[in-house]
C-alpha cells in the first residue's frame, strides 16, 4: 500500500498512519527464535485480528481498549481500494501513549519462567515455592514484566524495576490489571478446554485512561495448551507455533537469518493450531469469517 504512510513494520504485524488513528494489519508471516521464516501460515493473521475482537468485547467490562472499528466499509475513502488485503485481518485504532513493557501474567511455569526458576527459585524475583516441575499450575497467578525488545527476546524484569520507570501507583494499577484480565480469561478458556498458561498484554495511556492496546490472548501473545493433554513435568501438547519451533531443532539451522522454508505439512500443522483455537475460545470457524467477508464484500 505504497500511498500509505508506514508507522511501524513487525515481524508479523504491519501498522500504517491514517488520519488521526492506526491501522494495524496483522499479516500471515510467523517468526521463530526471532527470525521470520519464509512460508506463510494460511489464516494465521486473520485469528490473530478476530481472537483480538473477540477478548476486546469478551473484556469490555473489565478495561477499554483501542479498537475503532474492524469493518472495512467504515475506514476511509482511501483505504476501499485495498479492501481485499484488509478484510478479516485488519483494524483501526485509536492512537495511545503505550507503557514501554509488556505486562505478563503467568498461571504455570514455562518458557523463560520455568528456565529462572531452575536456577533462582524464582522467575522475575516472585519466590515460588520448592519441588515445582515443569508445567505446573503455580499456587495462584504471578506478575512478571517484561521490557519491550525492538529486535530479540523481551527482557524479564521486577516489578520493582517497573514502578521505579513508571511509578508506584501505576505500577499496581498495571498489575491488577493484568491478573484480572487473564484471571478471567483462563477460566472462560479452560470450560472450553483450553489452558492459558501464560500471556503478555500491552496498555497504554488515552486521555488519562489506562486502556487495553496491541493483540490480546491470541496463540502468538500467550501460550495456549490442551487441556485434555495436561501432563504436568513435561512440554505441552500447544496451539502456538510451539509445533514450528520443535520441527526447526530438527534442522541444521543455526537460528540467523534467512530461516528455513516449512515443508507444506508443517505449515498446514500450524494454520490448523490456530483455527483450531479460534474455533474453540470464539465458538466459530474460518468459514464463518470467510462469509462475513463475501457479505461485507457485496
Same mark, same amino acid.
Given at each position: 500500500?505504497?500511498?500509505?504512510?508506514?508507522f511501524?513494520?513487525?515481524?508479523?504485524?504491519?501498522v500504517?498512519?491514517?488520519?488521526d488513528h492506526?491501522l494495524?494489519?496483522?499479516? &500471515?508471516?510467523?517468526?521463530?527464535?526471532?527470525?521470520v521464516?519464509? #512460508?506463510?501460515?494460511?489464516?494465521?493473521?486473520?485469528?490473530?485480528?478476530?481472537?483480538?475482537?473477540?477478548?476486546?468485547?469478551?473484556?469490555?467490562?473489565?478495561?477499554?481498549?483501542?479498537?475503532? #472499528?474492524?469493518?472495512?466499509?467504515? =475506514?476511509?475513502?482511501?483505504?476501499?481500494?485495498?479492501r481485499?488485503?484488509?478484510?478479516?485481518?485488519?483494524?483501526?485504532?485509536?492512537?495511545?501513549?503505550?507503557? @514501554?513493557?509488556?505486562?505478563?501474567?503467568?498461571?504455570?511455569?514455562?518458557?523463560?519462567?520455568?528456565? &529462572?526458576?531452575q536456577?533462582?527459585?524464582?522467575?522475575c524475583?516472585?519466590?515460588?515455592p520448592?519441588?515445582?516441575?515443569?508445567?505446573?499450575?503455580?499456587?495462584? @497467578?504471578?506478575?512478571?514484566?517484561?521490557?519491550?525488545?525492538?529486535?530479540?527476546? &523481551?527482557?524479564?524484569?521486577t516489578?520493582?524495576?517497573?514502578?521505579?520507570? $513508571?511509578?508506584?501507583?501505576t505500577?499496581?494499577?498495571?498489575?491488577? $490489571?493484568?491478573?484480572?484480565?487473564?484471571?478471567?480469561?483462563a477460566?472462560?478458556?479452560?470450560e472450553?478446554?483450553?489452558?492459558?498458561?501464560?500471556?503478555?498484554?500491552?496498555?497504554?495511556?488515552?486521555?488519562?485512561?489506562?486502556?487495553?492496546?496491541?493483540?490480546?490472548?491470541?496463540? &502468538?501473545?500467550?501460550?495456549?495448551?490442551?487441556?485434555?493433554?495436561?501432563?504436568?513435568?513435561?512440554?505441552?501438547?500447544?496451539?502456538?507455533?510451539?509445533y514450528?519451533?520443535?520441527?526447526l531443532? #530438527?534442522?541444521?539451522?543455526?537460528?540467523? @537469518?534467512?530461516? @528455513?522454508?516449512?515443508?507444506?505439512?508443517?505449515?498446514?500443522?500450524?494454520?490448523?493450531?490456530?483455527?483450531?483455537? =479460534?474455533?474453540?475460545?470464539?465458538?466459530?470457524?474460518?468459514?464463518?469469517?470467510?462469509?462475513?467477508?463475501?457479505i461485507?464484500?457485496?
Amino acid at each position: 500500500m505504497p500511498d500509505l504512510k508506514l508507522f511501524r513494520r513487525g515481524k508479523v504485524r504491519d501498522v500504517y498512519e491514517v488520519e488521526d488513528h492506526l491501522l494495524i494489519i496483522a499479516t &500471515d508471516r510467523l517468526s521463530a527464535f526471532d527470525v521470520v521464516l519464509p #512460508t506463510a501460515i494460511a489464516y494465521k493473521g486473520a485469528v490473530l485480528t478476530n481472537l483480538s475482537l473477540f477478548w476486546f468485547d469478551f473484556l469490555k467490562d473489565t478495561i477499554s481498549n483501542h479498537l475503532i #472499528t474492524a469493518d472495512v466499509n467504515a =475506514y476511509p475513502t482511501l483505504l476501499q481500494k485495498y479492501r481485499d488485503q484488509l478484510e478479516i485481518r485488519s483494524m483501526m485504532v485509536t492512537r495511545a501513549e503505550v507503557f @514501554p513493557f509488556e505486562c505478563v501474567a503467568r498461571g504455570y511455569l514455562e518458557g523463560s519462567g520455568w528456565k &529462572d526458576y531452575q536456577s533462582t527459585g524464582e522467575v522475575c524475583g516472585v519466590k515460588l515455592p520448592s519441588g515445582l516441575r515443569q508445567a505446573d499450575r503455580l499456587p495462584e @497467578p504471578i506478575f512478571t514484566p517484561a521490557t519491550k525488545a525492538e529486535a530479540g527476546h &523481551d527482557i524479564n524484569i521486577t516489578e520493582r524495576e517497573m514502578a521505579d520507570s $513508571l511509578g508506584e501507583e501505576t505500577a499496581r494499577r498495571l498489575k491488577e $490489571l493484568t491478573l484480572a484480565i487473564y484471571s478471567r480469561a483462563a477460566q472462560y478458556a479452560e470450560e472450553r478446554g483450553i489452558i492459558i498458561a501464560d500471556t503478555k498484554f500491552e496498555f497504554g495511556l488515552k486521555d488519562g485512561k489506562i486502556i487495553l492496546v496491541d493483540e490480546a490472548l491470541t496463540p &502468538d501473545s500467550s501460550r495456549f495448551w490442551q487441556r485434555e493433554h495436561y501432563t504436568p513435568g513435561r512440554a505441552q501438547i500447544s496451539f502456538d507455533k510451539q509445533y514450528v519451533r520443535e520441527y526447526l531443532e #530438527t534442522l541444521r539451522w543455526n537460528k540467523q @537469518p534467512p530461516g @528455513p522454508q516449512l515443508p507444506e505439512e508443517v505449515a498446514m500443522k500450524t494454520s490448523e493450531k490456530y483455527t483450531e483455537a =479460534y474455533r474453540l475460545l470464539a465458538g466459530k470457524g474460518i468459514q464463518e469469517m470467510e462469509s462475513n467477508r463475501a457479505i461485507m464484500t457485496s
